[in-house]
C-alpha cells in the first residue's frame, strides 16, 4: 500500500490541531453533565491553545520513542510516566502507586484501581495511530501497551485499542462507518466500549435525534464521575452513576459526534462537546479523527486562528522536558513523521510512504484493516506479564485476584512458556525466592519445549506452548512487598532468561 508523503502530512497536521481545536473547545464544560449550547471557543484564547493532558503524555510518548528506539512496550513507558508525569488524579495516580510499590504492567493499572474503566488511555491514542498509519494492527499493539500501565485490564484498554485502530486506518480509508467496523474489530464484542458504540450506531440508524441518542447513552453506560448535573438531567434519572466506568459513554458520545456530524467540522465538533461529560477529551479526540480523515488544509481557518499552532503543556514535569518537547504542531509533526518510517522500515509493514506517489487505496484493500487473529491475542495477557527474548516468550499469569499472595500465606502461578523457534530445547527452570517461601512442587525443575510448527500445523497441539504451574507458601511473617526471580537457563547454551515476579501481601 502506498499512502503520499504529501497526504500522510496533512493528515498529521490536522490530527495535532484536530486535537488542540476539541481539547480547547471543550475544556470550560469538562464533567458537567448537560446539554450545552456551544458553537464557538468560550473564551479569550489570544492565540494560543489551552493546555491538556490529552496531548501532554503523547509528547512523552513521542520521547521515549526517539530515545529508546520503535520497540516500545508498557513497562518501558511506566518507567517514563514514573519519572515525567506530575499528577495524582484518578488511574494516573493509583497506577504510579503500584508501579512504585513494584508491580509491573498490567498489574499497575488493575490493582486496587477503581478508575480502570475511565478515560485516560482513549484520549492518547493519536500517536499510536501516526505513526502506524494505514496498519491498524500494529497501532493497536502500541496503543494496548500505552493502555494498560494505567488500566490493565479495564474498559479503558478497549477504548485506546478502538480509538488508535480507528485513526490508523483513516489514514486511507475515510468512510466513518467503514472506520467504525475496523476500530471494532479490535476490541471484544461484549465490552461495554462495543456496546455502547453498537448503540449509537443502532439508534442513528433508526432515526434518532443526536439529543434522544445522547440520552440514550447517558441511561445505559452511566458513568458516575461529574462536578454537576443540570436539573434537567437529573428529571430524567442521570444524577448517579458508577465512579470509575466513564469510557464507555465518551467513546460513544464521539461516535455520534462522527455520526451526527456528517463529516462537517463545526457541526460535529459542536455536537459532541454539546453532549456534556469529558467534554475536553470527547472534542480533541473527535476533533484529531476528523483531521486524519480530512487533513490540516480542509479544517476552517475559524478554528485555527484563535489558538495558532503553539503546544500548551500542563502535567509533564517540565524541568526535565522543555528541552526536549515540540514547541508547535509543526515540529511535533516532522517528528512524528521521523519516528512512522522507522516503525514501517523495523516492523516490515508494507506501508510505502512514498514522496512521488498518490495514495494506492481501494475497497478490496479494506480487508487488510481489520484485526487478525494474532493481533486479537493481545488481550490473552491481561493478568500477568509478558516477556519476550530471542526465542521463548514467558507469561507470567498471576491469575484474576492479581499479584497478591492469599490470607493463607499461598499464592499460585503459571507460566506460559512460548518456543517461538524452530528449534526443540530443554529447559531449567529455577526460582530464586523471598526469604521463608517454598516453591511447590520444586524450587527447580525440568521442562521439555517442542519444535513450533504453527507455521504448517496451525493448532494448538503444535504452538510450541507448554504451562508450568507453581505455588508459592510461606508460613514466616512477610514483607509487604516480596521480590522472587525466575531463571530460565537451556541446555547446552549459554543463554539465561530472568524474569522478576512480585508478590505484595497484608494489602487492605
Known amino acids: 500500500m502506498v499512502i503520499s508523503l504529501q497526504e500522510y502530512q496533512n493528515a498529521v497536521k490536522g490530527c495535532w490541531m484536530g486535537k488542540n481545536i476539541g481539547g480547547t473547545l471543550g475544556a470550560p464544560m469538562e464533567w458537567i453533565r448537560k446539554v450545552h449550547n456551544v458553537e464557538f471557543y468560550q473564551q479569550e484564547l489570544d492565540g494560543n491553545p489551552l493546555p491538556n493532558d490529552d496531548l501532554d503524555l503523547q509528547l512523552l510518548w513521542l520521547i521515549a520513542l526517539e530515545e ?22 484518578a488511574e494516573y495516580g493509583n497506577a504510579k502507586a503500584n508501579m512504585k510499590a513494584g508491580l509491573i504492567p498490567p498489574l499497575s493499572g488493575s490493582f486496587n484501581n477503581s478508575f480502570k474503566d475511565s478515560c485516560g488511555s482513549y484520549i492518547r491514542s493519536e500517536i499510536w495511530a501516526c505513526i502506524s498509519p494505514g496498519y491498524p494492527q500494529q497501532a493497536a499493539r502500541y496503543a494496548y501497551e500505552d493502555a494498560i500501565v494505567d488500566h490493565g485490564n479495564g474498559e479503558g484498554v478497549y477504548g485506546e485499542v478502538f480509538c488508535a485502530a480507528f485513526e490508523s486506518a483513516a489514514f486511507v480509508e475515510k468512510d466513518i462507518n467503514n472506520l467504525l467496523d475496523i476500530g471494532l474489530s479490535y476490541i471484544p464484542e461484549d465490552c461495554d466500549v462495543a456496546k455502547a458504540i453498537r448503540l449509537v450506531r443502532k439508534m442513528h440508524s433508526e432515526g434518532k435525534t443526536w439529543l434522544e441518542t445522547r440520552d440514550g447513552i447517558i441511561r445505559n453506560f452511566c458513568g458516575g464521575f461529574h462536578y454537576w448535573v443540570s ?46 461529560e469529558d467534554t475536553d477529551c470527547t472534542g480533541a479526540t473527535v476533533g484529531a479523527m476528523l483531521g486524519i480523515i480530512q487533513g490540516y488544509d480542509k479544517l476552517p481557518e475559524k478554528w485555527i486562528t484563535p489558538i495558532g499552532d503553539t503546544i500548551k503543556t500542563m502535567c509533564l514535569n517540565i524541568g526535565d522536558l522543555s528541552w526536549h518537547l515540540p514547541k508547535d504542531i509543526g515540529n511535533l509533526s516532522y517528528r512524528v513523521e521521523k519516528i512512522a518510517k522507522q516503525v514501517l522500515a523495523g516492523y516490515r509493514i508494507s506501508v510505502d510512504l512514498s514522496s512521488d506517489q ?8 479494506m480487508k487488510t484493516l481489520f484485526a487478525d487473529e494474532k493481533t486479537k491475542g493481545i488481550y490473552n495477557y491481561s493478568n500477568g506479564t509478558l516477556y519476550k527474548f530471542d526465542f521463548f516468550e514467558v507469561y507470567v499469569d498471576y491469575g484474576k485476584d492479581g499479584a497478591v499472595v492469599g490470607e493463607d500465606g499461598t499464592k499460585k502461578i503459571r507460566l506460559q512458556i512460548r518456543n517461538t523457534y524452530s528449534t526443540p530445547e530443554m529447559l531449567n527452570i ?19 519445549m517442542q519444535y513450533n510448527y504453527t507455521h504448517l500445523f496451525p493448532t494448538d497441539e503444535y504452538n510450541g506452548i507448554k504451562y508450568v504451574d507453581f505455588e508459592l507458601k510461606t508460613e514466616a511473617p512477610m514483607q509487604p512487598t516480596n521480590r522472587f526471580v525466575i531463571e530460565i537457563t537451556i541446555d547446552g547454551k549459554a543463554t539465561v532468561m530472568l524474569i522478576p515476579v512480585i508478590l505484595l501481601s497484608g494489602m487492605h
Open 68 to 89: 529508546q528506539g520503535i520497540y516500545l512496550n508498557a513497562r518501558t513507558l511506566g518507567d517514563y510516566w514514573i519519572h515525567h508525569i506530575s499528577p495524582n488524579w
Open 231 to 276: 436539573e434537567d438531567d437529573i428529571k430524567k434519572g442521570f444524577g448517579g452513576g458508577k465512579v470509575g466506568a466513564e469510557v464507555p459513554s465518551n467513546v460513544a458520545i464521539v461516535v455520534l459526534g462522527l455520526l451526527y456530524g456528517e463529516g462537517d467540522f463545526n457541526k460535529t465538533m459542536c455536537l459532541t462537546v454539546n453532549c456534556g
Open 358 to 365: 498518490p495514495t494506492d487505496y481501494n475497497a478490496d484493500m
Open 430 to 448: 529455577n526460582w530464586y525466592t523471598a526469604d521463608g517461601f517454598e516453591v511447590l512442587p520444586a524450587r527447580s525443575t525440568k521442562v521439555f
